[in-house]
């Protein structure tokens, strides 16, 4: 228990007061009651002595998969590669386009470029900041072969659309459902909605790893063979105790995305609160709404859209949109909170996208959320009256008094 008063440790943990200082993410405190069973599950790495695609990847896999009635999860080493080897595994060839949201993070359009494709960008929905269909559809040439909606911060994009565009033009449907977990689309996990999708368990994500890790998860077969050869150098077969029958010849030229079993061993810990995380980060979003809702200079808050059918959000980050962005950031970093934005160049003006020939301008919602978007601090470690905080000096800023 030496190392749980460690964690717990007040001061790592940036303890609230009036004046405190607000992180934008620590699990230092939380960590503490989790450091038990962490370390019996690392433990029982060390004991087995496989440390990475071992059993406890294989164990997390399983694990994570009933949870979100996947039939296959993939264990990579990041959600960056997650959707390199998903676009590789669902036949992305040399030139063939793939519809991409202009804001998102640099990944979801990058991905699609490692994979040997273009990126062909298309406007956001100023709600949801998920891709918007019609300027998807406007996107499609004859080189087009599969869509990326990205599911962002708390709910999918509006999959009943997308997936009618998809089916209009033959298109795959490929999710970036990174941020994604726990959201659902008619009871389906966000992922598990066209042929693939991914997560993340990047360490601020709503499932994070103490390191970089990630995951494929679908329903189909063939992919998950494809996507799990990949991340081993293109092999097929397990490698656990390396046992006789495990092919050595490569069919495919793959990559080395294992993951490690030491994320696994946190990874499996961490599940066990992931329900009760979810639950305080929409109690957290909600005190945030209540403090905010008619703030001057406040000109977006995050809106759950209700649909046709239902859908399960979750608060992986709370976004909102304001008046002098940059100047509002500043003025919360000098007392002591700490935001980030995402995102701030939209994918189309990225210098390594620059030869699609993209103009400012041509995408006008993902160009407004990335000049007014702040992400304030959202996390199971975070105390009301932190919210209270970040909240009076947001007021305090657009009022013209001083904190
Ligand atoms: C985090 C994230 C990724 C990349 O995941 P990593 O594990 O950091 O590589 C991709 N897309 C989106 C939308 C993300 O938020």
Same mark, same amino acid.
């Given at each position: ?44 790495v060390i004991d087995r002595g496989k440390y990475s695609h071992g059993h406890l990847v294989a164990e ?15 264990g ?152 799990a050869a990949?991340r081993h150098h293109g092999r097929y077969g397990r490698t656990i105790d390396h046992f006789p029958g495990i092919s050595n010849e490569t069919?495919?030229?793959g990559?080395n995305?294992k993951m490690d079993d030491?994320?696994a ?10 329900? +009760?995380?979810?639950?305080?980060? #929409? *109690?957290? &979003?909600? $005190?945030?709404?209540?403090? %905010?809702?008619?703030? @001057? ?62 103009? +400012?301008?041509?995408?006008?919602? #993902? *160009?407004? &959320?990335? $000049?007014?978007?702040?992400? %304030?601090?959202?996390? @199971? ?23």
């Amino acid at each position: 228990m030496e190392h749980a008063a460690t964690f717990a440790d007040p001061a790592a943990a940036q303890a609230p007061g009036a004046g405190g200082t607000v992180p934008f993410f620590t699990q230092a405190a939380s960590f503490a009651d989790l450091w038990p069973l962490t370390e019996a599950n690392l433990n029982a790495v060390i004991d087995r002595g496989k440390y990475s695609h071992g059993h406890l990847v294989a164990e997390f896999e399983s694990v994570l998969a009933e949870r979100i009635g996947a039939a296959h999860v993939i264990g990579v080493n990041s959600g960056t590669d997650a959707l390199v080897l998903l676009l590789r595994a669902a036949g992305l060839g040399p030139g063939d386009e793939v519809v991409v949201p202009a804001f998102s993070f640099v990944a979801s359009a990058s991905s699609v470029a490692l994979a040997h494709g273009r990126p062909a960008f298309a406007d956001i929905d100023p709600v949801t900041y998920g891709i918007d269909p019609a300027s998807a559809a406007d996107a499609i040439t004859d080189r087009t072969r599969m869509i990326m909606p990205v599911h962002l911060f708390s709910q999918l994009a509006d999959m009943a659309a997308i997936t009618e565009v998809a089916e209009q033009y033959a298109l795959t449907v490929v999710e970036d459902s990174a941020e994604a977990i726990g959201m659902r689309w008619d009871g389906v996990h966000a992922g598990l909605l066209g042929i693939g999708g991914v997560l993340s368990f990047f360490p601020t994500k709503t499932l994070g790893a103490l390191g970089d890790a990630g995951a494929v998860i679908t329903n189909d077969d063939r992919i998950a063979e494809t996507a799990a050869a990949l991340r081993h150098h293109g092999r097929y077969g397990r490698t656990i105790d390396h046992f006789p029958g495990i092919s050595n010849e490569t069919v495919l030229p793959g990559l080395n995305s294992k993951m490690d079993d030491f994320q696994a061993a946190i990874l499996l810990a961490k599940l066990t609160r992931l329900d +009760a995380d979810i639950a305080r980060r #929409a *109690e957290l &979003a909600a $005190a945030y709404t209540e403090r %905010l809702t008619g703030c @001057p200079g406040v000109r977006r808050l995050p809106t759950v859209v209700e649909r046709e059918v239902k859908t399960d959000a979750v608060f992986y980050v709370y976004l909102i949109e304001v008046e002098r962005r940059d100047e509002l950031v500043a003025h919360l970093a000098a007392n002591g909170v700490t935001t980030e934005t995402y995102y701030p160049v939209p994918l189309h003006r990225q210098p390594c996208f620059a030869e699609l020939g993209h103009r +400012a301008g041509e995408f006008p919602n #993902a *160009e407004a &959320a990335c $000049a007014h978007a702040v992400a %304030l601090p959202l996390y @199971p470690d975070l105390a009301e009256r932190q919210v209270d905080r970040v909240c009076e000096l947001i007021r305090a800023f657009y009022s013209g008094s001083r904190p």
